[in-house]
C-alpha cells in the first residue's frame, strides 16, 4: 500500500515524499522561489522540472490523457500569457472513435479561435494550413498565394510559390535582393536563370536569352510573318558580299565544344561583311548566326541564275549566228 507524507521545512520549501512500500524518494519538491521539482530536490530550470532517469529505456516523464475515445477527443498542453486565456496548444487529437489513431497539432490563437497551424497525422504526414495532409509536407492556405521561402544571413531569400496554377521558383521578393536560380547535378551547376532572365545551359553566366555552351537539337522555326516587319527592303550586291566571306576548317581550343576538325566560319570574318549576323557577349567573345546569312545567300544564288540565264541566250544567239554563217558558206561553195 502507498503512502503519502508531506513534510513542510523550515525554509519555506514543500516536500511529497511517497513511498512504494520497498523505497522512499523526494518525489515532489516546491521550492522557496515557487519552482516545482519531481524526481529532483533542486528545480533550477524553470516553474516546473522533471527528471526521470531509466537507463537504456525510453523515459515517458509526462504523460497526458483523456480517457474518452470518442472521434475529436483531444488531450492538449496550453499556454498562456498575462491575459490568462489560451494564446497557443499542443493537443492529440483522436482520428476516429474507437481507434489508436491520433494526430498532434500545434495551434495559435486567432481571434477567439484556437486555430491548428501545423499538424502530424497518423501516417507521419505534416500539414502547414490543413489538418489533412496527403503527402510527407503539404502547405495550405485558403487565400492569397502559398509559398515556401527561405532567407540566409545576408537577407537574400528565395523559395518557392503557388500562385494560382502557376508555381514560381527562385527570387520573388525583391525587397530582399535579386538573386538568380541555378539548377544542379551530380554537385555542379547544370542550368542558370540570372536575374535579366537569360538562361545559361551549361554556362553561368548566359549573355543571351538562351546561351548553350554544347550541341542542341530541335525543330527551330523563326518568326518572319511580313505584318511584324517594316522597311523591307531586297539585299543589294549579295553575291559579291558572300563571295567575302571564306569557309574554313578548324579545331576548338576548349574541347567541351567539340572535339576533332570542324567546318564553319570566322566571326570576326563574317562581322566585316554581316555585321547583322553577329553578336558579342559580356566577355568579348562573338558568335555567328547562321540561319541570318540564308538570305543573302538566296539572292547570291538568284543572280547567279540570272547571270547563267544571260549566258545561256548569249549562247543560243551565238549559235543561232554560228548556224546561218554556215548556211551562207555552203551557198558560196
Known sequence: ??????????????????????CEDDSLVVSENGN???????????????????PGSESEALFLRNLSNNQSTAVSLNFTTYTQSRTAAIRAVNEATGTAKTRLEFCTHNNGNMDPRMTIDPDGNVGIGTTN???????????????????????????????????????????????????????????????????????????????VNGTIR??????????????????????????????????????????????????????????EAVSTDNQGYKSVAYSKLVSPLIEAVKTLKAENDRLKQDNEEIRDQLAEIKSLLEKLQ
Open 36 to 54: 516545482v521539482g519531481i524526481g529532483t530536490t533542486n528545480p533550477q530550470s524553470g516553474k516546473l522540472e522533471i527528471i526521470h532517469t531509466i
Open 218 to 275: 530541335g525543330d527551330n522555326v523563326s518568326p518572319s510573318d511580313a505584318r511584324w516587319k517594316t522597311n523591307v527592303t531586297t539585299l543589294e550586291n549579295a553575291l559579291e558580299k558572300v563571295t567575302d566571306l571564306r569557309g574554313v576548317r578548324y579545331e576548338w581550343t576548349d574541347t567541351s565544344k567539340g572535339i576533332g576538325d570542324q567546318i564553319g566560319l570566322i566571326a570576326q570574318e563574317v562581322e566585316e561583311v554581316f555585321p
Open 133 to 211: 495532409p496527403e503527402y510527407q509536407l503539404e502547405l495550405y492556405r485558403t487565400s492569397g498565394n502559398t509559398a515556401l521561402t527561405m532567407t540566409n544571413s545576408t537577407s537574400h531569400r528565395a523559395g518557392f510559390e503557388l500562385d494560382g496554377a502557376v508555381l514560381r521558383i527562385g527570387d520573388r521578393w525583391s525587397s530582399y535582393g535579386d538573386g538568380a536560380l541555378a539548377f544542379h547535378t551530380a554537385g555542379s551547376e547544370r542550368v542558370k536563370i540570372d536575374t535579366n532572365g537569360r538562361v545559361g545551359i551549361g554556362i553561368s553566366s548566359p549573355s543571351y536569352k538562351l546561351d
Open 1 to 22: 500500500m502507498k503512502l503519502r507524507k508531506i513534510l513542510l521545512i523550515a525554509s519555506m520549501m514543500l516536500v511529497v515524499t511517497i513511498s512504494n512500500g520497498f
